[in-house]
């Protein structure tokens, strides 16, 4: 029998990827050429993608969905995030190396992907898990989509999955390991096993993320976004931060703070730290397992006391470590932009940006270690100060990127520490 033409109005048929005409109503169509053949079924190119990727996690469910971005198969562990914007600081953020990010906000990448909002110069993470793929982009920054962004960078990224149901999954039985793939010749069974016989912990992962060799960071937040109280500090203070996996926009908070800052990789020796006499040391967030890096936990062994320091999520864990305390794995961490934290010191309450997999036991820490904040969602220590060894640290994101701005006084805070310590020596 002869072809014959269909024709799908409206933009929900946009996904198709045909040929897009005007409808004469105001409207868009999609042709999409259908053939009968002669039994009467009908054969032909659908205006829709069909399921062609899997996530196989480690409990043995499978999880059809569509991909969009790479191909291919990659394992890693599953985590979910909670933040409703803020997507591609989320990508570039380098602590979430060797895992796959879960938005539980079901629409992303309806504002696109732009220069201005990566934390790094790389996306580290696995693979992009999400509910809806958004089949329009507009914002007034936006450079490409998010399709075209994960593709160019070689991440994985999946859709039209039940994201509620596999975070309930999380919720109940913690992070689990996944695979993703869009692999037909691979069967569940072989992503099975590669799930089950990969882990995360005991990984140095910080290694893979940090920087090669020390440079100097110089820029502010731009003037449009700049959120600090004027007047800052007329003194100009030299920061050390050691790089293990740091965030663009935690260097930029310093910066207007009126800091000059060397970044150092993570395995940068102390005592070339402590040549540089620097009024301050940073230690930056990070992927990973604390455990997995006892060089780096030496570094902060050796620098505390001697300077101020600030540590930040993996910068807390290991300071917590380096006083003699332990870190254990959380059943799923805290990841998103909506964490309320309480400064125990004056009971202000902020709410806060969050991705960790590892916490601080306080009940393991020396006499003299003061559990500044707590997180009021389970309890757990979210913040750190020893005044006898100029230490201060937070479990969390203070830098408002992606997330609110309510803990960005804490830069003030080392600064104030940093100061009082210069007119101290």
Not at 304 to 326: D, E, R, S, T, W
Not at 404 to 415: C, I, L
């Amino acid at each position: 029998m002869s072809s014959k033409f269909m024709e799908i109005l409206g933009p929900n048929a946009l996904n198709g990827g045909l040929p897009i005409k005007g409808n004469g109503r105001g409207g868009l169509c999609i042709r999409c050429s259908v053939s009968l053949s002669t039994d009467g079924s009908v054969t032909g190119v659908r205006p829709w993608k069909t399921s062609d990727a899997r996530l196989v996690l480690e409990d043995g469910s499978v999880w059809r969905a569509k991909s969009f971005g790479a191909s291919g198969t990659q394992v890693g562990e599953v985590v979910f995030n909670t933040s409703l914007t803020g997507y591609q600081e989320i990508l570039t953020d380098p602590s979430y190396a060797g895992q796959f990010v879960l938005m539980t906000n079901p629409h992303i990448g309806n504002t696109g992907v732009n220069p201005v909002d990566e934390e790094s110069a790389q996306c580290f993470l696995a693979g992009l898990v999400i509910k809806s793929l958004s089949i329009c982009t507009s914002n007034w920054q936006f450079t490409e989509t998010l399709e075209n962004f994960l593709a160019k960078r070689n991440i994985m990224g999946i859709y039209d999955v039940d994201t509620r149901a596999i975070t309930c999954r999380l919720r109940q039985d913690g992070s689990l390991i996944g695979v993703l793939s869009t692999e037909v010749l691979k069967t569940d069974e072989e992503l099975l096993e590669m799930a089950r016989n990969w882990d995360i912990v005991g990984v140095d992962l910080i290694s893979s993320v940090s920087c090669d060799a020390p440079y100097n960071w110089l820029d502010k937040t731009d003037a449009a976004w700049e959120f600090k109280a004027t007047g800052g500090h007329p003194e100009s203070f030299h920061v050390v931060a050691y790089d293990f996996g740091v965030k663009h926009n935690i260097l930029r908070r310093l910066a207007s703070y009126g800091c000059k800052i060397t970044v150092v990789p993570s395995k940068w020796p102390a005592s070339e730290t402590l040549k540089m006499n620097p009024d301050g040391v940073l230690f930056s967030n990070g992927p990973g397992d604390p455990s997995a890096v006892p060089y780096a936990v030496e570094t902060v062994k050796e620098i505390l006391g001697k300077v101020p320091v600030f540590g930040i999520c993996m910068g807390h864990q290991l300071l917590g470590q380096a006083l003699g305390g332990k870190t254990f794995k959380m059943k799923f961490g805290h990841h998103g932009g909506n964490h309320p934290v309480r400064d125990l010191r004056n009971g202000r309450v902020d709410i806060s940006s969050q991705n960790h997999n590892y916490a601080v036991d306080p009940a393991s820490l020396p006499e003299g270690v003061e559990v500044t904040h707590i997180n009021l969602n389970d309890g757990s220590c979210a913040g750190l100060a020893f005044p006898a060894q100029k230490m201060m640290s937070l479990q969390y994101h203070p830098e408002a990127s992606p997330g609110p701005h309510d803990s960005d006084t804490v830069f003030k805070e080392f600064v104030d520490m940093m100061k009082q310590n210069k007119q101290a020596s």
